[in-house]
Every structure is written in structure tokens, then in C-alpha cells.
């Protein structure tokens, strides 16, 4: 008995040690900034721009991102008031958008006492005209929008059962913050800080000009733009999210960085898959594709289908429905009409960058086309994000179905698994391009 006495209690101590390392070990965070992210109405006269990390940090050393015309003027060198209080002198004008970021991937200097580098931490705001009053949220306002917040998840938000999260839990959490908030601002960024638990990238906020992030995660794409000059050859850039080039044996290269809504982006990559109609084989590169809209992907998607072809289904969150969601629905991709139809060998280049319409993309050819798709996984995140307008001016963007490859596997946090799977890491992309060199090798 007193041995088991004697385990249970080493347990206990090794428990806690384990604990207390991990949150020794984790990365600062900003807690606090005046101003702080989507604030309006800020003092023009406001000299000291002041951060607020959550523990103790390096005094020799800091980072204050940006540049350009909405970059504040400095006027003397950042000092650390404490150890966890940063000031930046500046000067400000009345009417002005300002941006910064404190630390980012091009510079971490903000670190902890032991070193760790701060999460990087956007902040942007505007400082009000003559005459013009700093918006207010009174009590009452914020638990009205946190009500209305609480519906929106429950009801629209189509990953809420999805992700292992105790809402009750996770509003209790954060509850104090929203009761305090004392400005539509000060509701937006702890709206936020909520949406992170998802992990889920459609969500996010938005407040006037101002976008503030829900889930976050971080991608390293198995591609390096920097390269294409080098490795493909008669290269032309007839967009900038457009890149094509041939080969010497003919086969043809289309680089689409984005499924963006231009029409000029659309129509530059129509314009050089109609050059490559006689290519024994073109090789389709969306590695650095993180979507955008649908549509223009299913129109290009198009080209290269007989007949049409399911490649996805979804539903929708409906809380009067068994289950909280809709029936399932096909979506799919049919040939795009008064466009020529390419007829030749394809492969499709993607990676963990792909996600949302771009993974639709990477189905429709897959399923459509009957393409090979080469590379590595991609992110596994697609939601058709729409918006929901709180009574205090905040707009929470939810993601609103789940989405499904055909045979009804589950695309959220899972991903879409390559025909030929060819890892790729940052060392080797410096120099060379293992995935474009096996889509040729499968032409």
C-alpha cells in the first residue's frame, strides 16, 4: 500500500513538473496594446504606442514591423518600461490608418528571458478627425452581441460538433472579456481570440476596414516561386497569379497561384492553356494556391472534363434538422462551354499550401479530369465562409458547410492525399524542384 502510496505521489510531482515546464516553455504573447488592433477614434495627440506581453522578456532586443505610408513615425528608439511593457514613441495625425506588427517572420527580436521569440502581433487602427467621437459599447450592448454570438455558432457555424470543443466551456473562458469590452474593437479581437480554439482558417472578424483572424495554423508550401525562371523554360507572366511556360519535348507548364475573382486572372489562364491545345501533356502547379473563388476554378477545371462529374459534396448546418445539419449535396463540374476541351496526358502539382477552393480544384481534376495529382497532402480546410452581422458592429464570418470528397470522407483537418506522394523540404526547394521534376517524369 505504501508503495503505491509512494507512485501515486511521484506521479503527482512529475505531473506538475511537466505542467509547469510546458507553460515556462511557451512563447510570449502580446496581452494588451494602447492601441490595440481595429481601435478608431484614437487620439491623434496619443505619443506612446504601449505593449503588454504576458511574461518576461529580453531588454536588449525588439522588433517593430512595417513600413510605408501607414507606418507610424517614430520618434525616439522603443524602450522597455519593465520587463513586460514595451513603449514606442511616435507621432500621429488626426484622420489616419496606422499599421505595425510587433515581431514577424522577417524579424522576431521581441523574445522571452529565455529566448523564446513573441507570436508575431498585427496592430492596425485609425485616429479620428476634428469633431469626431471614439466609438463606445455600453454593458448591455456587449451581452446583447455576446447572446447573438453565442446563436451565430450554435446555429450557422457548420464545424461547431466537429472539433472535440466544449462551447459552454470556451464561452465561460472568455466571458469576463467580452463583458468588458468597452469598445465594438475590444468585442472584435476577443470574438478572435474565441475563433482560435477552432483552428478553422474561414473563420475570422471583421469591423469596419478592419480583419482580424479566427483560426490560425501555420503552412510551409512545398514550392519556391524563385526557381520557375531556372527550371521552366520560354516562362511568360501574363498575370501576376498566372505563370505558363513549354518544355523542349512540348509539354506545357501553367502556374495558377490563386482562384481569385478577377476576370483578367480567369482569362490569362484560359488564354495559356488554349496555346498548349496541341502539348502532348500539361503540367497544372497550384502548390502556392490557397483558393478563392469556386467558380473560376470549376470554369478552368472545365477544359479538361468530357462530361459532367461529381467531385464533392457538402452540407450545411441546420439546427432544426436530426443531427443539426442538411442533406447532403453533390456538387459538380461540367464542361466548360464555347472553350475547347484539352484532350492530352495531365498532372497536377499540389502541396499543404492548397486548401479551400483550391482543393475543390484538386477534386474536380482528380474526379473530372482524371488527372494524377503529385506532391504532398493538402490542408484540409473548406467551409464557404458567410458573414453574420452582430447589432454591434462586429461581423463574424463562420464557415458554413462541411465539406466531403465524393465517397463521403470528411475533408476538414484531413486534407486531400496525392496520387504520388514526392516530399519536398525547404532545403532541397533552394536548389531544386523533386515535385516538378516528377510530374514530368509521369508525362
Not at 481534376?365 to 480546410?381: F, T
Request: net charge negative; with cysteine; glycine share 10%.
Amino acid at each position: 500500500m505504501g508503495d503505491r502510496r509512494g507512485v501515486r505521489a511521484f506521479a503527482a510531482v512529475v505531473a506538475v513538473l511537466y505542467a509547469a515546464a510546458t507553460l515556462w516553455a511557451a512563447p510570449p504573447r502580446v496581452v494588451g496594446a494602447m492601441p490595440d488592433m481595429a481601435e478608431t477614434g484614437v487620439d491623434p495627440g496619443l505619443t506612446e504606442i504601449v505593449i503588454t506581453f504576458d511574461q518576461e522578456m529580453q531588454p536588449g532586443g525588439q522588433s517593430i514591423c512595417g513600413g510605408g505610408p501607414t507606418f507610424p513615425e517614430l520618434t525616439g528608439a522603443p524602450v522597455w518600461r519593465d520587463p513586460r511593457t514595451l513603449v514606442i514613441p511616435v507621432r500621429l495625425v488626426p484622420g489616419k490608418r496606422y499599421d505595425l506588427s510587433i515581431n514577424c517572420s522577417a524579424a522576431k527580436n521581441c523574445r522571452s528571458a529565455r529566448g523564446e521569440p513573441a507570436e508575431p502581433y498585427p496592430i492596425s487602427f485609425r485616429t479620428r478627425d476634428e469633431g469626431e467621437t471614439a466609438p463606445a459599447l455600453t454593458p448591455e450592448q456587449a451581452r446583447a452581441c455576446l447572446d447573438e454570438l453565442r446563436r451565430a455558432i450554435d446555429e450557422r457555424y457548420a464545424y461547431r460538433d466537429d472539433r472535440g470543443l466544449n462551447w459552454d466551456d470556451l464561452f465561460e473562458q472568455h466571458h469576463a472579456e467580452f463583458e468588458s469590452a468597452a469598445t465594438p474593437a475590444a468585442f472584435a479581437r476577443a470574438t478572435s481570440r474565441l475563433l482560435g480554439w477552432t483552428g478553422d482558417l474561414h473563420c475570422h472578424v471583421r469591423i469596419g476596414e478592419f480583419v482580424l483572424p479566427g483560426g490560425k495554423r501555420a503552412v510551409d508550401p512545398n514550392f519556391n516561386g524563385r526557381l520557375l525562371d531556372k527550371l521552366v523554360p520560354n516562362l511568360a507572366k501574363p498575370h501576376n497569379a498566372v505563370v505558363h511556360g513549354r518544355f523542349p519535348d512540348g509539354v506545357g507548364y501553367i502556374l495558377i497561384a490563386g482562384w481569385g475573382s478577377d476576370p483578367a486572372l480567369a482569362a490569362a489562364a484560359h488564354a495559356a492553356l488554349d496555346s498548349m491545345l496541341d502539348a502532348p501533356g500539361v503540367i497544372i502547379d497550384v502548390r502556392p494556391n490557397s483558393g478563392g473563388d469556386e467558380l473560376v476554378a470549376r470554369g478552368f477545371a472545365g477544359r479538361f472534363v468530357a462530361e459532367p462529374a461529381v467531385y464533392s459534396r457538402n452540407q450545411y448546418r441546420d439546427p432544426a434538422a436530426a443531427g443539426g445539419l442538411g442533406p447532403m449535396i453533390d456538387r459538380v463540374v461540367p464542361p466548360t462551354p464555347d472553350r475547347p476541351r484539352y484532350t492530352g496526358r495531365l498532372a497536377v502539382l499540389m502541396g499543404p499550401a492548397c486548401m479551400s477552393s483550391c482543393e475543390s480544384f484538386l477534386l474536380m481534376m482528380r474526379h473530372g479530369a482524371g488527372a494524377k495529382l503529385i506532391g504532398e497532402k493538402s490542408w484540409g480546410s473548406s467551409g464557404n465562409p458567410k458573414p453574420i452581422e452582430l447589432s454591434c458592429g462586429v461581423t463574424v464570418v463562420l464557415s458554413s458547410w462541411r465539406d466531403f470528397e465524393p465517397d463521403g470522407t470528411l475533408l476538414e483537418g484531413r486534407g486531400i492525399e496525392p496520387d504520388v506522394r514526392v516530399p519536398a523540404s525547404r532545403q532541397d526547394l533552394q536548389t531544386t524542384d523533386s515535385v516538378l521534376e516528377a510530374g514530368l517524369k509521369e508525362l
